[in-house]
């Protein structure tokens, strides 16, 4: 046996270019390229090592990753935008993934952010919640009633008002939110109804200093009776109007420290988004004013990538280092998306303090 290893880099023509070779490893019955040359994003990194992060971390555009050793899954990842994001390919998303299948798309999410999968038509209902049980207990929205017949899944039907744009993170209105969503596209528009990311690690480490001063040391009050009309122009619509009601139908509030340790990664992520109804200490008004300068910054198109649906397609995005928003642009078309969600810890500040729930009705 012998070993070679190779960085791939794929250039926008479909050339492909080997940069570097170290080492192959060959043996009678496989040729299993590695890569190596490749630069782990985070120094504080709690989960990764070095090597282990280099294997989905790419310098270059794509990186292809040969995992298991029986019947082989070969994965590739590659990269959409310059902060955030990669297409996932290769793979058929399942609960039986093979473990080694799954670390890879694991540690590729912790690293880009969010992950795009197309072609995953194949999964149901069951079997989309089932491949969410692989990163840990699944649960329902604290207010929605689950899609019928399934668990936790969240139904996103537009008919029924379901269009969430405006910038968040998932549910940060209770103290343990989501660690990340998973979600399915079953009814995409002809034209239109893109969602976008936002990587706010990128984003908290490139505030200006003064900023992140402030950032560093406040807390901010996340509700999900927030001020809804201030982000959503047709309001008065009667079908959101009517999702706004279940939405509200019990009130949660949680004090979040506005920047927390990511605990897989050690990264400092901004914890923010629309449910923020004003920091500690500040008037509605000062708090509104610092809160958009602060989401200005996380929503930099820098910090960004757009994803063009078709259907069948999966994406899952790290929910405690980004935020999304869907782009209601698509009219009287219908769009239904079916999100899964995973359970998370109460975030910690910079200073050890951990969030606090402040209302939780029973
Ligand atoms: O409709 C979408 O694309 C995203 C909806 C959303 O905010 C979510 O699934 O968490
Ligand atoms: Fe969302």
Not at 3 to 20: F, K, R, W
Not at 54 to 60: D, I, Y
Not at 79 to 107: C, H, M, N, W, Y
Not at 125 to 145: I, K, L, M, N
């Amino acid at each position: 046996m012998w070993m070679l290893h190779a960085v791939v880099y794929t250039y926008d023509q479909g050339v492909t270019v080997l940069s570097l070779l170290r080492t192959w490893r060959l043996t009678t019955q496989k040729l299993s390229v590695q890569i190596s040359g490749l630069r782990c994003l985070n120094e504080t990194s709690t989960m990764f090592g070095r090597e282990s992060m280099s294997e989905v971390q790419s310098t270059g555009q794509s990186a292809s990753v040969s995992v298991g050793t029986a019947a082989r899954t070969s994965l590739s990842i590659r990269r959409l935008a310059g902060r955030i994001g990669a297409q996932v390919e290769g793979v058929e998303l399942s609960p039986t993934l093979d473990q080694s299948t799954f670390e890879a798309i694991e540690k590729a999410l912790y690293t880009h952010k969010v992950l795009f999968f197309r072609g995953q038509g194949h999964l149901d209902d069951a079997s989309q919640e089932g491949f969410a049980r692989r990163f840990g207990e699944t649960v329902a929205h604290p207010t929605v009633p689950s899609h019928a017949g399934s668990a936790d899944l969240l139904d996103l039907d537009s008919v029924h008002g379901a269009r969430a744009n405006s910038w968040h993170t998932d549910i940060t209105f209770v103290d343990a939110y989501p660690k990340l969503s998973i979600l399915r596209a079953i009814t995409i528009p002809p034209v239109g109804g893109d969602t976008v990311w936002a990587n706010t690690a990128a984003a908290y480490e490139r505030l200006p200093e003064p900023l992140r001063a402030f950032a560093d040391h406040a807390r901010a009050i996340h509700t999900n009776a927030y001020d809804y009309a201030s982000s959503h122009a047709e309001a008065d619509d009667t079908q959101l109007k009517r999702y706004r009601e279940v939405f509200i139908s019990k009130v949660y509030e949680t004090e979040h420290p506005v920047v927390s340790v990511h605990p897989v990664t050690g990264e400092r992520t901004l914890v923010l988004g629309h449910f923020v109804q004003r920091f500690q200490g500040l008037s509605a008004q000062d708090s509104a004013s610092l809160l958009q300068v602060l989401h200005e910054h996380i929503t930099r198109l820098e910090n960004t990538v757009r994803w063009q649906w078709a259907e069948g397609d999966v994406a899952i995005w790290d929910n405690r280092a980004t935020q999304h928003y869907a782009i209601n642009d698509f009219g009287d078309s219908r769009r239904v998306v079916r999100r899964a969600t995973v359970k998370g810890d109460v975030p910690v500040g910079i200073d050890g303090k951990r969030s606090v729930a402040l209302k939780t009705p029973a």
